[in-house]
């Protein structure tokens, strides 16, 4: 396997950066007096300014598979990926945040041409945003066979409508005005006998009657508007049956291929946020001077410099793997080691950005150096993206079905 960038790749990085010093890194300070001002649940200005700059530059829907009229591989994507997420607010700019390249790649992947016209051309365009709907308040929903929401068929009349019931919480983006659709799980054959073929995925306006945003999430007091985590109210809402994305209980499937590129996005992201923050410990630990040396100089700050370079790295290694494994073989095949990277990403970034926030003092838990919110989204994401407990049951059934079967595989090739 190589992981060298190609040309293309080599190019856009160079574009992107450019664009990023250029654009964004000078921006920042105008982001922030947006999200903490009394307009921030509003579209964040800045953003919408840097929307068609970077379509001119060619650094627009960078995300968009191959497989589904894109240019990049996963693979290619990935470096990319990283150096927007240097910056948590950059990748819409770029027409690359979340949870929209998830939904955008689930509307492509398995929508009717019309709810792919009516959806996902606006996402595309960037004119819209959307959410996923899946996690409840009432059950544990890292198991998502104990999702409640019911999506009935209407019975008698035309006969070709759902009507759709339930509580939904943590929707990241439903908060922001442009939200004008979600793609919701629920379950149209509760008494299915297979577990996995009890729910469905639907394409729900943000607009049709019985839809109340009820409040939003604070992620450890960060608000993260104008995006927002909704709980929201789905009571008695009514779309028509058309609205089932690729066919009434194969919710599960799609769960499983939207949780490939769309989620390992976080990763690549959470490599930029863990640069970003290594960077930052770096520059501050030389310029800080304590007990006559400045702290770049204490073992201990080298030894967690070396360290989160080295985890850094690995884990880059990991991301890029795994993105090659769903190019090559798919993402079904690639399922462990998309898992693992889901384990390793986030607690990789916890700890680098840790160590950054303690080589920065008091100033590191303040919002003056962003390092507070980064370790905040860092560390939702070690259940945002499924649990890592859950993700490590998985690694570990898979291991033990693989390391069982070589046995047996050796067992029954040893010659009598
Ligand atoms: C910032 C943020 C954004 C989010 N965005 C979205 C979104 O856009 N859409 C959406 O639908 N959801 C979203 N979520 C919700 C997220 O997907 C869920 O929180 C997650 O799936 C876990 O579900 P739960 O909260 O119900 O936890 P539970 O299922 O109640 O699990 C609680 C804990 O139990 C333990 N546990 C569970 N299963 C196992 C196991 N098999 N082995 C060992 N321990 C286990 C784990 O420690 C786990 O954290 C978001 C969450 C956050 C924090």
Wanted: with cysteine; hydrophobic share 40%.
């Amino acid at each position: 396997m190589s992981f060298e960038y190609t040309p293309k790749v080599q190019e856009l990085r160079k574009k992107l950066t450019a664009f990023m010093n250029e654009h964004v890194y000078p921006n920042e300070r105008k982001w922030e007096a947006h999200v903490r001002s009394e307009r921030r649940w509003e579209v964040v200005p800045i953003i919408e300014e840097l929307k068609p700059k970077a379509r001119a530059a060619g650094l627009w829907n960078l995300w968009r598979p191959k497989t589904h009229g894109g240019e990049l591989t996963n693979l290619e994507y990935a470096p990319l990926c990283e150096i927007m997420g240097r910056v948590h607010w950059a990748p819409e700019v770029f027409n690359c945040s979340a949870p929209d390249t998830g939904n955008m790649e689930t509307l492509l992947k398995y929508g009717s041409p019309e709810l792919i016209k009516q959806w996902c051309e606006p996402l595309l365009e960037g004119k819209i945003r959307s959410a996923f709907l899946m996690t409840e308040p009432g059950v544990a929903s890292s198991d998502a066979t104990n999702i409640q929401t019911r999506i009935v068929r209407e019975k008698g009349g035309s006969g070709n409508e759902y009507v759709i019931n339930g509580t939904k919480w943590w929707s990241s983006g439903a908060g922001d005005p442009r939200c004008k659709v979600y793609i919701v799980m629920g379950k149209t054959d509760p008494d299915n006998p297979s577990r996995h073929k009890q729910q469905s995925m639907v394409v729900v306006p943000a607009d049709a009657p019985g839809v109340k945003v009820l409040r939003h999430l604070p992620v450890f007091g960060y608000d993260d508007a104008p995006h927002g985590h909704m709980e929201i109210a789905l009571k008695n809402v009514r779309i028509p049956t058309s609205n089932v994305l690729l066919g009434e209980g194969r919710g599960f499937e799609i769960a499983q291929g939207r949780l490939g590129p769309g989620r390992i996005h976080h990763c690549m992201r959470l490599l930029g946020q863990a640069e970003m923050a290594l960077e930052k410990m770096c520059k501050r630990a030389t310029k800080r001077v304590a007990f006559g040396r400045p702290v770049a100089d204490q073992g201990v700050t080298r030894e967690r410099i070396a360290e989160a370079r080295i985890m850094i790295d690995s884990t880059r290694f990991l991301v890029l793997n795994a993105a090659w494994m769903m190019d090559t073989v798919g993402n079904k095949a690639a399922k462990k080691e998309i898992a693992m990277i889901k384990v390793l990403a986030p607690n990789v970034a916890c700890k680098v950005i840790d160590w950054a926030m303690q080589v920065h003092g008091g100033g590191g838990v303040s919002d003056d150096f962003g390092l507070a919110h980064a370790y905040a989204e860092a560390r939702a994401l070690r259940f945002a993206d499924g649990p890592d407990e859950v993700h490590r049951n998985q690694i570990a059934k898979l291991e033990i079905g693989e390391q069982t079967s070589i046995a047996e595989a050796l067992v029954k090739a040893k010659p009598a």
